[in-house]
């Protein structure tokens, strides 16, 4: 007691103004015994469990089961003991209830000493053994602590342990400035699960901060980690957020790649690699850097960003930067790229694509010719080798919007951005068999060369402002379209300031009913200019086109087209099996063209057609009366709707010779059901009832007036529910399996002439979320195939054939099939071949040899043998079937890290022969290995952001799978 009267009395020198609590000193150390023999034994209990037990234990907690053993474990522990509590014992030095003392408590000391008083009071209090300390919201535990009142400093040494938040820090000695709010702990670890940084000096740099310098930073807890990032610089934020410069990766001491800088949230961050070889491409090096910020602090800045940079041995470099954000306010994605496009043709010369390991030869060559070797000098000699050529593009899209509900007043502005120096970018450098490291992949799993080429490109503008019921909108558009023979891009089409005024408003009910009456009104006016083919220019003298000059845009005409009208519309409940909706409007149209340059309509070579054109505008300007009137009658089960449909035309600036002022007059008759869950089935066709012009007369039969009638089966049958009609939400259902059948068909009959026109099936197989006895998980499967068949013209059919599959093998290892074939040849699979193709006493392979098109039958037998090869090549290369891409990935997950070796190949087809007026066919085939940061994030979600609804989920055996019982 003597020690502890003594350090009292050093604390109120150190600090006059502190109040000092006085507490019973024995029952303070027995809450402590009691909390660390309980924390002994959870520690004994948990450490006793098996890793089921532990996984189990945590997901009944609401706790994230996933990571190490040893984390888990440790989560489970500070799950179930609590902190300690932090009281006041009579030796504290400071007390946190005065706001104008030290933030300082001392919970726990066995010694102190005072040193250095003088007459200012100042002077070092040093604490020994088993120190606890509270800081403002840290503590800090430590063999020896010594407090400068004069400084206000804190130096501590000997097992130093600092906790602040999610933060724990171990080290050897640590300085903390009590002014600055910041601290300095060397040879130190920092942990922040799941994550462990480990470095020579960690700096709190404030309370959200903390600066690691020449340390390294791993997701594994050993003492001496198998794998970390090693970093000059380490930023840690408070949300997990990490900032890193100069990283290098490394596995058991061995640098394997380097960063100048890298930055880490938790959600959506990864790093890909891979390396591979093409046909057409050579060998290949793609790297993708992604990371995200869930909230920045800026209204502008992205939640999400992505790096490429892509090495090809044949056709060039590329470097690609993606950005994107979603919030309330601001939405937009960026899509930047550069290529230094390496030019390349097709070798001439046959290769055996066997060679090399199986991988196959390079089908280009980068020699190509690169113009005149002497210009100007009419030699015929050509300057070859190797040409490069620079590609860009820009694809940006944005949205912002305001929205004040109080007022009932919201804006809404749109651009989209497109521009591409090369059609070809995206085909060329858009190639990348990987998935994405972000939610992105719930929506584009991967970027495969699907063969996109950008002949057209949109740039639009659009705002929207809503005030009540009053909708005021600008918009303007330009199309452009690529040209080869000027090899860029120029104008097809503009849209000048469309303007769009729309107002609705409820100006009471219809008497003796509860159904509203709208009053709408409409203005629209905008001004369209088409463009032809671009023009060089023309030598004024004697007409002749200048080859060196640049092509320019050429007008062809600008249409300008105004309408206005005004309406009233109801609908109307007629007990509850009817409803009847109708619609009456008025109003006016008016169009009209102008030809610029040589187009004009006097002098112009085309002058016929522009007046053509001009009077069929005049004859669409006019004075109507619209009607539209629906009635529905049935219920969900079953329900009919017809539409009656009606325009008079008066006053039009030129009477329409055919239709007179009677332009539209039809009726739409359709019969719906929807009894069945995720069915949906339908017939519908139009019926005609305009009334022709005596003169023109075609002479329609009643069947003729009707259009074609069309009728839809589809849905998905599911083996487990079966046609029950009750649709589950996402809560209600109890599972992530299914099974079954989807189907949709598509029938078309040409109900003037009553014949069958055509039918498109789709029918597949689906099912995921089993398990079998040696496959841990199917988590996708789906089989299934495509026939549109037109009944008139069976050359004109399609099939189509799909396969696709993702297993998860075995705890580590997983397999991905995507298979795609078609049929080239259709007609030969049906007996047409014979009976209409070729003439009587004609053979088929005459009639082949004649027309160059192959019009020997077989049967879908007869061709999946001649497919296998055992009929020799020359068979093989005649078969109807025909894979169109094929894809196939072996996965392998070990330690944070995701490894793929696949193979991949498409079907391309390019321009061939001496004039390029053939098509060469190939196989563009890829081996390629990736390897993905997997878990590349900080930390879990806090537990008051978990769901509120626990949604359990359960693996089926694929007998088990038509069961009901759904409960464990």
């Not at 054939?801 to 699979?829: A, H, I, M, N, Q």
Request: proline fraction near 4%.
């Amino acid at each position: 007691m003597e020690i502890l009267a003594q350090d009292t009395n050093g604390l109120k020198l150190l600090f006059p103004d502190q109040n000092l609590p006085a507490k019973n000193q024995q029952e303070e150390e027995r809450k402590q015994t009691t909390t660390q023999i309980q924390r002994g034994i959870v520690r004994k209990s948990v450490d006793a469990m098996t890793d089921r037990e532990v996984e189990d234990n945590l997901r009944n907690l609401g706790l994230n089961p996933t990571g190490t053993i040893y984390s888990k474990r440790e989560r489970l522990r500070e799950a179930l003991v609590p902190p300690e509590e932090q009281p006041l014992t009579p030796e504290s030095l400071l007390s946190s209830q005065q706001k104008k003392g030290p933030p300082i408590q001392i919970q726990n000391a066995a010694e102190g000493q005072l040193l250095n008083i003088d007459k200012t009071k100042g002077g070092v209090l040093v604490l020994r053994g088993k120190v606890r300390v509270k800081i403002k919201a840290g503590e800090l535990v430590a063999d020896s602590v010594s407090i400068d009142a004069t400084r206000q400093e804190i130096y501590a040494e000997g097992g130093v342990e600092y906790k602040d938040g999610n933060a724990k820090v171990i080290g050897d000695r640590m300085i903390y400035d009590l002014k600055l709010n910041q601290g300095v702990v060397y040879n130190s670890k920092l942990s922040m699960f799941p994550s462990h940084f480990i470095g020579q000096k960690i700096k709190r740099l404030d309370e959200k901060r903390y600066l690691l310098e020449m340390g390294y930073f791993t997701a594994c807890n050993a003492e001496l980690p198998h794998e970390s990032f090693q970093a000059k610089r380490i930023i840690i934020h408070d949300d997990r957020t990490v900032v890193a410069q100069w990283v290098s990766y490394k596995v058991g001491g061995t640098t394997l790649f380097m960063f100048p800088i890298l930055y880490n949230s938790e959600s959506g961050n990864g790093v890909t690699t891979q390396f591979g070889k093409n046909n057409s491409q050579g060998y290949f090096w793609q790297n993708s850097y992604q990371w995200s910020d869930s909230y920045p602090n800026s209204l502008f800045l992205a939640n999400g960003y992505k790096f490429r940079f892509d090495v090809y041995e044949k056709t060039g470099q590329a470097t690609q930067l993606e950005m994107w954000k979603l919030s309330p306010i601001i939405n937009y994605n960026i899509n930047l790229g550069y290529a230094n496009y390496k030019n390349n043709a097709i070798t001439p010369v046959y290769e055996d694509r066997f060679k090399n390991l199986g991988i196959g030869n390079v089908a280009v060559t980068n020699n190509v010719d690169r113009g005149e070797l002497f210009p100007n000098s009419g030699l015929p000699y050509r300057n070859t080798g190797v040409n490069y050529d620079p590609w860009w593009k820009a694809d940006l899209r944005l949205n912002a919007k305001f929205n004040d509900f109080s007022k009932d007043y919201t804006r809404n502005f749109q651009v989209q951005y497109e521009n591409y120096s090369n059609r070809l970018f995206d085909y060329e450098f858009g190639n990348r068999y990987q998935p994405s490291n972000s939610l992105q992949s719930l929506y584009t799993f991967r970027d495969v060369r699907f063969g996109l080429i950008r002949n057209l490109l949109n740039w639009n503008f659009n705002y929207t402002e809503n005030r009540g019921d009053l909708s005021v909108g600008i918009s303007m558009s330009r199309t452009l379209i690529y040209q080869i023979q000027a090899n860029q891009y120029f104008a097809a089409q503009d849209t000048l300031p469309a303007v769009t005024i729309r107002n609705s408003s409820n100006i009471g009910l219809v008497p003796g009913t509860a159904s509203p009456i709208y009053w709408d009104m409409l203005f629209q006016t905008n001004i369209n200019r088409i463009y032809g083919p671009p023009q060089q220019k023309v030598n004024p003298i004697n007409g002749i086109v200048d080859p060196r000059s640049q092509f320019q845009d050429y007008v062809l005409r600008s249409q300008t087209n105004v309408i206005g009208e005004t309406g009233l519309r109801s609908p109307i409940a007629m007990g509850t099996y009817v409803s009847f909706t109708p619609s009456v409007y008025m109003g006016a149209t008016k169009q009209t063209v102008e030809f610029p340059g040589s187009g004009s309509e006097l002098n112009g070579p085309d002058r016929d057609v522009n007046r053509a054109y001009a009077t069929l505008l005049k004859q669409q300007s006019y004075q109507y009366v619209r009607q539209s009137h629906t009635v529905r009658m049935g219920i969900p089960e079953i329900f009919l709707s017809t539409t009656y449909r009606r325009l008079d035309a008066d006053k039009a600036e030129a009477k329409d010779p055919i239709l007179g002022n009677l332009r539209q007059h039809e009726a739409e008759v359709s019969l719906e059901s929807y009894a069945l869950n995720d069915w949906d089935i339908s017939v519908r066709t139009i019926r005609d009832l305009r009334q022709f012009s005596s003169t023109y007369n075609p002479g329609l039969t009643n069947m003729q007036r009707w259009y074609y009638t069309v009728v839809r089966v589809g849905g998905f049958f599911d083996f487990v529910d079966g046609f029950t009609t009750r649709r589950p939400s996402l809560l209600e259902r109890k599972r992530n399996f299914y099974s079954g059948l989807f189907i949709n068909n598509d029938y078309v009959h040409h109900t003037p002439q009553n014949r069958s026109l055509s039918n498109n099936l789709t029918l597949s197989y689906k099912m995921g979320g089993f398990s079998w006895p040696i496959i841990r998980a199917f988590r996708s499967l789906e089989i299934g195939s495509t026939w549109y068949h037109v009944y008139k013209d069976s050359f004109l059919d399609s099939y189509r054939f799909f396969f696709k599959t993702d297993v998860k093998v075995t705890r580590y290892t997983g397999v991905e099939l995507e298979l795609d074939s078609r049929v080239t040849e259709p007609w030969r699979l049906t007996a047409l071949a014979q009976g209409q193709f070729y003439a009587m006493n004609t053979s088929p392979e005459l009639y082949t040899s004649q027309t160059g098109t192959n019009y020997d039958q077989t049967t879908i037998w007869e061709d999946l043998a001649a497919g296998t090869g055992a009929q020799g090549q020359n068979e093989r290369q005649k078969t109807v079937f025909n894979i169109n891409r094929f894809m196939m990935t072996l996965k392998m997950d070990l330690h944070n890290w995701e490894y793929r070796l696949g193979y991949s190949m498409n079907l391309r087809a390019l321009p061939g022969g001496l004039t390029l007026n053939n098509q060469l066919t190939f196989y563009d085939q890829s081996v390629y290995l990736s390897v993905n940061l997997t878990n590349f994030s900080f930390g879990d979600s806090p537990s008051a952001q978990a769901t509120r609804v626990r949604l359990y989920r359960f693996r089926k055996r694929p007998l088990d799978g038509t069961t009901t019982d759904l409960t464990e």
